[in-house]
């Protein structure tokens, strides 16, 4: 946890995590290779949403596609070479509770009619 916590300058605080999984993809049979990340972004928000409702608190740590970064993790983590590293994320009991943002902006949307 401490050599993945000092991976990028933003995974700090997953040196005092009490888990953090690293998500991985295979390269290898892959129907769509160009969409295995995007999939991965899918399969992580679904992670985050469910660590929420169990009133876990979590942190996504952005990896792919920063070919360095990535290649550091499988190497720490001694992977095999058909698969990939696509994200860190740490988990555990949050220290605090903040409110909830409201971030919505509805000059942000816009309705195009044809």
């Not at 605080?13 to 690293?22: D, E, K, Q, Y």
């Not at 698969?83 to 919505?104: C, D, H, I, W």
Request: aromatic letters at 10%.
């Amino acid at each position: 946890m401490q050599k993945l916590s000092k991976v990028t300058p933003y995974t700090g605080c997953a040196a005092g995590a009490p888990v953090v999984i690293v998500p991985v993809y295979h390269t290898e049979g892959l129907v769509a290779p160009s969409f295995a990340q995007i999939d991965m972004a899918i399969a992580q928000q679904n992670i985050w949403l469910e660590t929420d409702a169990l009133g876990l608190g979590g942190v996504w740590f952005g990896i792919a596609p920063m070919e360095d970064r990535m290649e550091e993790i499988h190497s720490l983590l001694e992977l095999p070479e058909n698969v990939k590293v696509f994200s860190m994320f740490a988990l555990g009991y949050p220290a605090e509770t903040r409110p909830q943002q409201n971030r919505f902006a509805p000059e942000r949307i816009h309705f195009i009619e044809k």
